[in-house]
Each structure stands twice: as C-alpha cells, then as structure tokens.
C-alpha cells in the first residue's frame, strides 16, 4: 500500500481492495472505475480504495495499455496506478477485499488469516449476485477489456449504490 493509500485508508470510513493475479488488467480497472463513482456520489473521502495482485510479476508497473485505453475511453485516467503484490497487512487495512476470479479468492484465503475470511469476497458475486468469474481478458483481444469494462462497471455502479445507502445513514 503507497503511503497515501494508506492516509486515505485512516481516514476513510470504509476502505475496499480489488485483487486479481497481476494486478494490471482487471484490478486497476475496477479500482479507476470503483473511484470514479464514488466521486460522482460525493463519497471519495468516506471510502478508501486500493488494488493490488496476487503474484508479484508485474510489481511497480503501470497497468497494461489496453486497460488504460480502455478506461480513458469512458473518461476514466488509471495510467498513474502501479501493480503492486498483496501483502499481509492488507488483511488488517482493508474491511472489503474482492477477487476477481474463484482462483484469486481461494489464494487469499489461503494467505488471509482465518479471522480475516470474511473480508474476501468474489466480486461478481457480491454485488451482482453472480458466482461467475471476471474473465481476465490479457491473452484475448480489445472487445475482451472492454466486456472486463462492462462487467465492472455494473458491478462498482452497486457498490457504489449500497455504500451511498451505508454511510448516508443517520448514525443512531
């Protein structure tokens, strides 16, 4: 986590990660699009986000050209991120954590303390309903990112809609 992501994660009410395997396709996409609309309903400063892979491969590169022109073709900038590796203290920093795929949630599990399995979730599945994988569109074509696009835009436009709901409440 970059010292500012971590500021933000103190600060923030809520703080959500979204893993995939090298975090240069689908995390950074999900990340720009997830903070995109939080923007859009005025909760950037209420919910800290973050993304990160589970292998280390592509460590400190900048996400792949096709997911960067893929998300500035929808007004979205994520050429700034960097692929970083999930670390054991993520665990501790993060109250949602969401895999990408069935494979990348049975190996943070696999690295998350048991105490901490609740916080890792399929991301399709939670916010769709859906217990279908994000395909990983790295060996396919350009239709292949912008179908990863779709896909996660519907799924962080509800995330989006139930943390507005959470932190809108009047606290009690």
């Known amino acids: 986590m970059t010292p500012s992501v971590a500021n933000e994660a103190e600060k ?21 699009i997830f903070r995109k609309g939080l923007a859009e309903a005025g909760l950037s400063k209420l919910v800290a986000v973050d993304s990160a892979g589970t292998g280390n491969w592509h460590q400190g590169d900048g996400p792949d050209p096709r997911s ?26 993060f109250d949602m954590i969401f895999a990408m795929d069935r494979a990348n949630e049975a190996t943070m599990r696999a690295r998350a303390p048991s105490s901490r399995h609740g916080k890792i979730k399929l991301f399709l599945e939670h916010t769709l309903g859906s217990r279908a994988d994000v395909p990983d569109p790295y060996y396919g074509g350009e239709d292949g990112f912008e179908d990863v696009y779709q896909l996660l835009r519907e799924g962080c436009s509800e995330l989006v809609s139930r943390l507005e709901k959470e932190l809108r409440q009047p606290s009690e």
């Open 12 to 32: 923030a009410q809520i703080s959500v990660l979204f893993v995939c395997m090298g975090n240069i396709c689908r995390s950074p996409l999900a990340e720009g």
């Open 68 to 93: 960067v022109e893929t998300a500035l073709q929808h007004g979205i900038d994520i050429s700034g991120q960097r692929a970083r590796q999930v670390t054991p203290d993520d665990f501790d920093r």
